[in-house]
């Protein structure tokens, strides 16, 4: 029997799901690749596993895809609860949406050579977190009214070319304040 939002699969199975998304996201911020074979060995399972769990590598990608997505709109509010709406903007930048970025610009080349689409709600999943930074920091008087989650996103688009093997974190920081002078009353 289950509660709540538990799943129903066993702990060991849910543990190896994880480790499999972790494992391809790094590989595909990395190379842009899917190896199976890397990921299992990443993951610390069998390749036998890694196709249990996902029998395509469009399934995959786009698993991991929805994963990232999920992260960015679901932290949030813990950031939000934890910082002032200021330090909650920039660590969401930094620490999650660079990341993202990152992830994103492998699975955008995986994805073109299997010639499959990402889901088109991930940018209206994301627009709502970034809604939520931004009236965060509309109410605490720290960013200009006027400014729009669309307009914001599109400043945010130098990360798309953030590389993980230089120093992301800090072209991300640079590139936050850069855009946060913009933003500030």
């Given at each position: ?104 610009r492998g699975l955008a080349t ?5 010639r499959s689409e990402l889901p ?26 006027d400014l729009t989650p669309e ?35």
């Open positions: 029997m289950t509660t709540g939002s538990v799943s129903p699969r066993r702990a060991d199975t849910r543990r190896n799901h994880e480790l499999i998304l972790a494992a391809a996201a790094r590989s595909l911020a990395q190379s842009g690749a899917v190896s199976f074979n890397a990921i299992a060995k990443q993951a610390g399972v069998g390749v036998g596993t890694v196709y249990r769990h996902f029998p395509t590598p469009e399934g995959l990608i786009l698993a991991v895809y929805d994963r990232e997505v999920t992260h960015l709109v679901e932290v949030v509010p813990q950031l939000l609860a934890e910082h002032d709406p200021a330090s909650a903007f920039r660590l969401w930048v930094t620490d999650h949406l660079a990341h993202y970025m990152m992830t994103k995986a994805l073109s050579a299997s088109s709600s991930a940018y209206e999943r994301m627009l709502g977190a970034l809604t939520t930074l931004l009236e965060a920091n509309a109410a605490a008087g720290t960013i200009r009214q307009t914001v996103l599109g400043g945010l688009g130098g990360l798309f070319f953030l590389h993980p093997d230089g120093d992301w974190h800090t072209q991300a920081a640079g590139l936050t304040d850069l855009l946060w002078r913009g933003m500030s009353t």
